[in-house]
């Protein structure tokens, strides 16, 4: 376990320059208590040692994408299967580095760190239903990916390898990785724990849907917090009010219809 671990979450994602992995791996201290500051710092040591095995002085996109792929997907065996789409584990970055299997976005994240770690022109590309990595220009480099062991996806001008390139932004791959989580939870009602604490740590970066508030109050409803739940909502219903008067009031009616649930 971690001391203060969503607090230093919540600070971490207002930095001037979030840290990936740092955010990934107190992401994973919420579902795995055993995630102590040691395995945290394991967690980086690893990473840290993965990038000096990269040969030195690399140039180019398609150089960097050959080297890391080869080093990751090849040597390390990182790369992911249908079954990972099964496990919470698929998501906590200090397990995907122990098993070398996980989601595209958790093996796009070890690339990334990886690849930054030794100097690489590097970044995140949300796909619809996937995530991959770039090198290089975004519009002109070279795609890989992870998933696949880092199988090439292309090269050239955007609209012929992988469609539009618009690198993802540290926090919006953070997200991304907590709605994949929420998704998992949202599939296994006994998991609504783990939905729980995705919403609250979604709800801590700066920027996310306020709609996950709503979702949040619902789910302290469903697990019981009926006082909780109804002030939640109550307090959504404030925020709809300005542009949906006739949501705002159907919010309100849920609230009442929770609070008549104690009785």
């Excluded at 979030?18 to 990934?24: E, G, Q, Y």
């Excluded at 290089?136 to 609209?159: H, I, K, M, R, W």
Aim: hydrophobic share 45%; glycine share 10%; with cysteine.
């Amino acid at each position: 376990m971690i001391p203060g671990s969503r607090e230093q979450f919540a600070e971490e994602a207002r930095a001037e320059r979030p840290d990936l992995a740092v955010l990934c791996l107190l992401l994973a201290a919420e579902a795995d208590p055993a995630l102590d500051e040691r395995g945290v710092d394991a967690a980086q040591i690893e990473l840290d040692r993965l990038a000096g095995m990269l040969p030195y002085g690399l140039r180019g996109a398609q150089a960097w994408a050959s080297a890391v792929t080869e080093l990751l997907g090849g040597r390390m065996g990182f790369h992911g299967t249908p079954a990972d789409y099964e496990r919470l584990s698929s998501s906590l970055l200090h397990e995907v580095l122990r098993r070398r299997r996980g989601l595209p976005i958790l093996l796009s994240v070890v690339w990334l760190e990886v690849a930054r770690r030794a100097g690489a022109p590097v970044y995140g590309l949300g796909l619809p239903g996937h995530f991959v990595v770039g090198f290089g220009d975004p519009e002109e480099g070279v795609v890989v990916d992870p998933f696949a062991g880092g199988a090439s996806l292309g090269t050239g001008p955007a609209e012929q390898a992988a469609g539009p390139r618009t690198p993802a932004r540290t926090l919006d791959i953070v997200l991304r990785i907590l709605n994949n989580i929420r998704a998992w939870a949202a599939a296994r009602p006994e998991q609504s724990g783990v939905a729980l604490w995705a919403l609250e740590l979604s709800l801590l970066l700066p920027s996310h849907p306020a709609s996950l508030r709503y979702e949040r109050a619902k789910l302290l409803v469903d697990r019981g917090r009926f006082t909780a739940g109804a002030a939640e909502l109550e307090a959504y219903a404030q925020v709809v009010e300005a542009v949906d008067a006739e949501a705002a009031a159907r919010i309100r009616s849920e609230a009442r219809a929770a609070r008549a649930l104690l009785n």
